[in-house]
């Protein structure tokens, strides 16, 4: 019989795919429980099934719950960033990166150092108890959000606040890349254009809100990789894990380090035909592919964010998943102001040309559901 797999973090809907798909019995819980979880899989939503307000903390009591009937626990988006959820849990269960390897990638001073040697930058970033800069373009992160929420413009009259840290802004594309590692080795999955704040989408200012995958090499590519092998070899990092950075005149400037499946990964799953939870899995137990299937060097991937900018109700959703669009809501349900709404899924032969494709569902979506 197969192991059975809890996936808990903010949404798990493309790994409860990935996982259903790779033959494992899985029980997936997050905030949302979207109507295309996986038919097969035991769904849980913290707000529709467990009745529970949509935090992090209740996400981890609710996890350790569930603990006991399963074989192993995957953390996702955002769980990384509350402690409780490693307190909580059984460690011979967990399959991902460690807390002290969370909590080290967390901590400027050890990333900055890690950099030390590779082609990559590190902004300047300031944390609670140092002395912070009176001017200059700064950013204020809190770091128990996670997707570029909690991200406001630097107030030097506001005060630092325990889990907060000051960042230098750094002008430039935002990118991100997605890569598997056994605690020693990183193997690069792909590289994408990230995209956050965007109007277009409804994305609050710094929030993400997609990812298009670049086809081939990329500028300062060489430079990415070797600053992965360097946060692997001195983080131990596993699994799926995944980076943003900034390219400034062909020079990677890292932002964060996302020890957990990255969002992007099942981009590179239509891509090149893997499975990211078999990856994930085997990379957490030391074993990593030799060789990674070949991606189209013709065709980018894409997914968008669409977020709402007022309270709604929608109506009937059953047909969503026949326009390419996934995370979708239960028919009838209301989205708060500001809420993530669905990911509206796209192709084409550019980064570019695939984004545009996102904007256009994304205005017939809106004008179509969500003017009520």
Known sequence: MSDHVLLAGISTRALAQSAIKAGYRVTSLDFFGDSDQPSDARVLSLVRDLHLPPTLLNLAEAASTLAGGVDTIVVESGLENEPAFFAL????????????????????????????????????????????PKSGRYLRKDLTHSGGMGVTEWDPNRPLLEGEIVQEFIEGELSSACFIADGKKAILLGISRQFAGEKALGAPPYAWCGNVTIPGPVPAQGEIEEALQALVSAFGLVGLNGIDFIIQDGIPWLIEVNPRPPASFELYEKASGINAFQLHKNACLGSLPDILPATSGFTCYGKGILYTEKDVRLGDTSSWGRQAIADIPHSREEIPTGAPVCTLLAQGTSPEACWQRILVKTDWLRSTYLTR
């Open 89 to 132: 849990l059984p460690p011979e269960k967990m399959l991902g990166n460690t807390l002290e390897s969370i909590r080290g990638v967390r901590d400027p001073g050890q990333l900055k150092a890690a950099l030390t040697g590779t082609g990559m930058q590190f902004p300047n970033t300031y944390t609670h108890g140092m002395a912070l």
